[in-house]
């Protein structure tokens, strides 16, 4: 696990990077679920849920109405002994959830709850001793059983910065290859290297810290770190960053950087800053709980006085037991965690995972959608795209041959060529050699060629063709990049050239548009790559000049200060990405997307993980996040509603009239509203299938 602390990396089998975590949590603002976990909340759950069965079995709220009753001995005791059991064990997170309220002079969902639950238990416990006729064990600790319930599923989302702390670890190799003053090379943990140190990275290795290349030269994937889609020559005296990829040749290191001033670290640090900076939206359902907490408690005092001024002792204690009992949030407890769960179980039906569940509520209120273009709305991965033949001559021979010289090389743009020539089954090349920097070469059919970029041609010292050069040219433009295949037996001879890009992803035009027939009002792309490939790829997709935007050639600071930019400008910003260089971006946004084909870091950063690499998911979820928020607030205004007509009759306003509720008929009617939230939420399962991709 990468920790940063004392300019040292250190792996640690995770213990410090949760510890890291653990203190990033305790400084948030948020108290409100100081110790809270999914896993207590689930035990609790189930725990209570067994032992509300046989207390609502034997409750005469029950039996009375079934006309009977079970003749069990000491069946008057189950609800007064498994109430109490209900009410410390599974309420116990609530109370002490209350009192934090109560100093924090924020009362809300938890003092709600606690109230009604507290209530119940002491008119019970009353009840059972004679002092009143209420029978209120079973709604308590049915009450107790659905609030556990819903908070089981707002912990869900705890702990994601931990998770994405810890991903970054995984893109530093636990070992490294370092050369000591001999020669001899060793293996030792990435931790005990330090500064000055010369390591070996192999091809096909990760580069341990960051340095710079004393010796040999290779093509590096520095597209976790930069965006940039096509690998970067680095040779000697140049400068290699932590956790990139050698691709086809080995080279020597000298280690510069380590621990919190490394790249990865600085991303790291990053990540964690921007998770801090995004403040917690206080939830709806708080507010109304906190209104709801006033009203029922202004309520209840008020009818005790007035019935007992009236005279009425008894009434007095019955009517406002019986407020307090019918505005127990039932209906409001299950508003927003129903919806929410329901919504979360058909986006996942519908490859949209929702880690964060404020982060899809969120999604409806976007107005900018900020697009990673590498992975994203292209493929990631460079395809043939062109083929140019000079003099007329055969592209199908080109690629054939170009193919069979790049057979044995590892690098990206050859293992492209070589997939594009499958269906011409191009010969192996023999005798072959890597040209670092240049390109590759190699005999095919007893003849020597050579196939590379702009540097093998001024090494050859080769004039190209006006055919092959018109066509270089205007494939340059576009952001492509350009090998050539020179013939070698006599003076060298270019034969053909080939195009190889990103190829951008079908499904993301129509991804671009869907977004626009939802109403988002500027769709951006941001890129590690240059401003004509940016360009490119933008006018595919049909971006709007002066409307949508393009930022090109942007490092991962530069990422996260784009979106911090975007958010300054008034903006409500998505961010859609993939990589590592994503997650502060990620994180810091709005919203953050990540692509499910992307790295473990983006997925860990973001509130929403799209399973498919399809961007289509995109729009999907700005659909599904208005249908759940509809009927959230179809659920409050009913929770809601439901009280302000039920509170006063509940306090006997129409008693005159000869209206007055029991506290048993008050009980049923309060549970009757939760089934009404609960039926409404259920409707989100048709809306859902037309959220879906594609």
Request: aromatic residues 4%.
């Amino acid at each position: 696990m990468l920790t940063v602390g004392g300019g040292q990396v250190h792996h640690d089998g995770g213990r410090s990077g949760e510890a890291a975590a653990a203190r990033h949590r305790d400084t948030s603002p948020d108290r409100r679920h100081a110790g809270h976990d999914p896993a207590m909340f689930r035990r609790r759950f189930w725990v209570c849920l067994a032992l509300t069965v046989p207390i609502v079995a034997t409750s005469h709220l029950v039996t009375d109405r079934l006309g009977h009753l079970l003749d069990v001995p000491g069946a008057t005791w189950v609800g007064p002994v498994l109430g109490t059991v209900v009410f410390w064990y599974g309420g116990w997170p609530f109370l002490v959830g209350a009192l934090r309220e109560l100093h924090d002079r924020t009362p809300g969902m938890m003092l709600l709850v606690a109230m009604a639950i507290a209530v119940a238990y002491l008119a019970s416990a009353a009840t059972t001793v004679g002092v009143f006729a209420l029978d209120f064990w079973w709604e308590l600790a049915a009450l107790v059983t659905v609030m556990l319930l819903g908070h089981w599923q707002e912990m869900t989302a705890v702990g994601q910065a931990r998770g994405a702390l810890g991903a970054l670890a995984a893109l530093l190799p636990d070992d490294a290859e370092r050369i000591a003053p001999d020669g001899a090379i060793r293996r030792v943990p990435v931790a005990d290297l330090t500064t000055g140190d010369l390591v070996l990275v192999r091809p096909g290795g990760r580069v341990p810290a960051d340095g710079h290349v004393v010796e040999g030269g290779s093509e590096l994937d520095e597209s976790m770190i930069t965006g940039e889609s096509r690998p970067v020559h680095r040779g000697a005296g140049e400068r290699v960053v932590a956790g990139t990829v050698a691709t086809d040749s080995a080279i020597r290191v000298r280690v510069d950087a380590v621990g919190e001033e490394t790249a990865l670290a600085g991303i790291q640090r990053l990540v964690a800053q921007a998770q801090a900076a995004g403040g917690r939206a206080q939830l709806l359902a708080d507010r109304f709980a906190a209104a709801l907490f006033t009203v029922a408690t202004v309520t209840a005092v008020a009818t005790l006085a007035v019935w007992t001024a009236l005279g009425q002792v008894d009434e007095a204690v019955v009517r406002a037991v019986t407020v307090l009992v019918i505005s127990c949030p039932h209906a409001l407890g299950l508003a927003i965690p129903l919806v929410v769960a329901l919504s979360t179980s058909v986006a996942a039906r519908d490859g949209i995972l929702v880690k964060d569940r404020l982060a899809l509520e969120r999604m409806r209120t976007v107005d900018t959608v900020l697009i990673d273009k590498t992975g994203t709305l292209t493929r990631g991965v460079h395809t043939v795209t062109g083929v140019v033949a000079r003099d007329g001559g055969s592209r199908d021979d080109v690629l054939r041959v170009a193919a069979g010289v790049e057979a044995d090389s590892e690098h990206p743009l050859a293992r492209a060529v070589v997939t594009a020539a499958e269906r011409l089954a191009p010969p192996r090349g023999t005798d072959f050699h890597a040209l670092p920097g240049r390109g590759v070469r190699a005999t095919v059919d007893g003849v020597p060629y050579a196939v590379g970029g702009p540097a093998l041609l001024r090494e050859l010292d080769v004039a190209v063709p006006d055919a092959l050069r018109r066509a270089g040219e205007t494939w340059s433009a576009g952001g492509a990049a350009v090998l050539h295949l020179v013939r070698l037996d006599g003076p060298a001879d270019p034969l053909g050239a080939l195009a190889l890009a990103d190829e951008v992803r079908p499904e993301a035009r129509e991804a671009v548009d869907d977004l626009r027939r939802l109403g988002i009002r500027t769709i951006a792309m941001i890129t590690g790559d240059a401003r004509p490939v940016a360009e490119t790829v933008a006018a595919t997709l049909g971006f709007r000049h002066g409307v949508d935007e393009v930022f090109a050639e942007v490092l991962p600071a530069d990422k996260d200060g784009i979106v911090a930019d975007l958010q300054a400008r008034g903006h409500t910003v998505a961010m859609v990405g993939d990589g590592v260089n994503d997650a502060p971006a990620l994180a810091r946004s709005d919203v953050g997307l990540a692509i499910g084909a992307g790295t473990d870091v983006a997925i860990e950063s973001a509130g929403v993980v799209l399973a498919s690499s399809d961007p289509r998911g995109v729009p999907a979820t700005v659909r599904l996040s208005r249908a759940a928020w509809r009927k959230m607030v179809q659920n409050l205004v009913w929770a809601a509603g439901y009280n302000v007509v039920a509170i006063p009759v509940a306090a006997g306003v129409l008693a005159p009239v000869g209206v007055a509720l029991t506290p048993a008929v008050a009980a049923l009617l309060m549970s009757a509203s939760t089934i009404v939230v609960a039926l409404n939420a259920q409707t989100l399962r048709w809306t859902g299938r037309r959220a879906r991709p594609g």
